[in-house]
Each structure stands twice: as structure tokens, then as C-alpha cells.
């Protein structure tokens, strides 16, 4: 719909405040799995949801019968701040690009610091400390090598809540692994999960027998 469509790839404002757009927009839709199931939707919303659960809520069918009230102000206040941003992007646009001319030197030391405070916040424990330190590790090298990050903090926030449910079905089948895995439902999300975890392998592959 552009008016100077030649411009497009080559630095044009439209090309580039379409794909801002899309990638604010993509944030809210990934809200929905976090809000409704408790499965964060992207690397954004892994981090909104460890906030949710600091402050006692529980993400997920639960939330929105005992804490309806809540999932109310979250949507409002999803609302306020899509209007306070579109508000600062147009006056404060100039200031906020002056952080990245931040020295790293620099920058580098205040975020370590939050992400520690952060770490030990959340339970007052060392030992949350040094599972954020060792997975900032992981994922520095991780992201030099070409691997996404996000899945790694997906991993570390799901794992006690799997680990959790896996437990509980444990239980109800008095401890028989056969019998979950034999059960429809169990047996479609398994496969599904395959499926999710080797798609782009399985993409590629096809692709390379078309070619």
C-alpha cells in the first residue's frame, strides 16, 4: 500500500514502522498461551510470566476463575501502555536513542547488577543467583555459536511446572509410564511436541528432496 513502493527494502520509514509494528504486535498475541495455559508464547512473555508468579498469580485456566479481578487490570493496563508508548515514541524517541550510545563498559556492570538483584529476589536464595549466572553463561555461548536464547529461558521457567504435573500423573497411573503415554490426549500433545521440536529439521529435509 505504500506510495513509493520502490523505496521498500532500502531504508523507506514505511518498510520499517510496518515491521515495528508487526514485531508489538506479535507481543500481544503471544499473551494469550501465557494468560490461558501458562505457556509463555515467546522469550517476552517468559519473563512477564516469571513476573506474574513473583507477585502470586498463577498463569493459567485457574487464573481466570479465582483471580478474574486481576486478568481485568492486566488487560487494562496492556491497553495504557500501548497508548503511553505510541505517546512516547513520538516525544521521547530522541532521548531513549541516546542509550545506545551508551559506552558497554558502562552499560554492561548496571544490567549484570539488576539481573542478580533480580535473581535473588525472587526467593531471597544464593542458590537462584547462581542458576542465573550459570545460564547467562550457557546462553552467552549459546547465542556466539548461532543458538536462540529464549528456549533456554522457556526451559528454566516450565521445568518445575512439568516436573510438577509429570509427578501428579505418576500418582493417578500408580507410577506406570506406559499407561500415560498410551492415553490419547497424552499421546496427541507427545506428538505435537515431536513434531514442534524437529519441524525445521523436517522442513529442510523436504525441501532438499523438492530441489
Known amino acids: 500500500w505504500s506510495k513509493n513502493k520502490e523505496e521498500i527494502g532500502k531504508g523507506a520509514i514505511e518498510g520499517i514502522a510496518g515491521a515495528e509494528a508487526a514485531n508489538n504486535a506479535a507481543t500481544g498475541g503471544a499473551m494469550v498461551p501465557t494468560m490461558v495455559l501458562g505457556i509463555p508464547g515467546s522469550g517476552t512473555t517468559a519473563v512477564i510470566l516469571v513476573g506474574l508468579m ?44 541516546r542509550i545506545s550510545l551508551v559506552p558497554l563498559q558502562i552499560l554492561w556492570p548496571i544490567v549484570f547488577a539488576l539481573a542478580v538483584i533480580g535473581a535473588y529476589a525472587l526467593s531471597s536464595s544464593l542458590l537462584d543467583v547462581w542458576i542465573a549466572l550459570i545460564f547467562g553463561v550457557i546462553g552467552f555461548f549459546a ?47 507427545l506428538l505435537l511436541a515431536f513434531l514442534g521440536l524437529f519441524s525445521t529439521s523436517i522442513g529442510k529435509w523436504f525441501s532438499s528432496r523438492r530441489s
Not at 70 to 94: C, D, H, P, R, T
Not at 150 to 171: C, D, H, R, Y
Open 54 to 97: 513473583v507477585h502470586g498469580l498463577r498463569p493459567g485456566p485457574y487464573l481466570f476463575t479465582e483471580q478474574v479481578d486481576k486478568v481485568y487490570q492486566i488487560f487494562g493496563a496492556m491497553l495504557l501502555a500501548n497508548l503511553m508508548f505510541m505517546a512516547m515514541g513520538l516525544y521521547a524517541s530522541k532521548l531513549f536513542a
Open 143 to 189: 547465542r556466539r555459536h548461532g543458538f536462540a536464547v529464549a528456549p533456554i529461558a522457556v526451559g528454566l521457567i516450565l521445568g518445575e511446572m512439568v516436573e510438577t504435573n509429570f509427578q501428579n500423573s505418576l500418582k493417578m497411573f500408580e507410577g506406570d509410564w506406559w499407561q500415560i503415554l498410551t492415553q490419547p490426549l497424552a499421546a496427541l500433545f
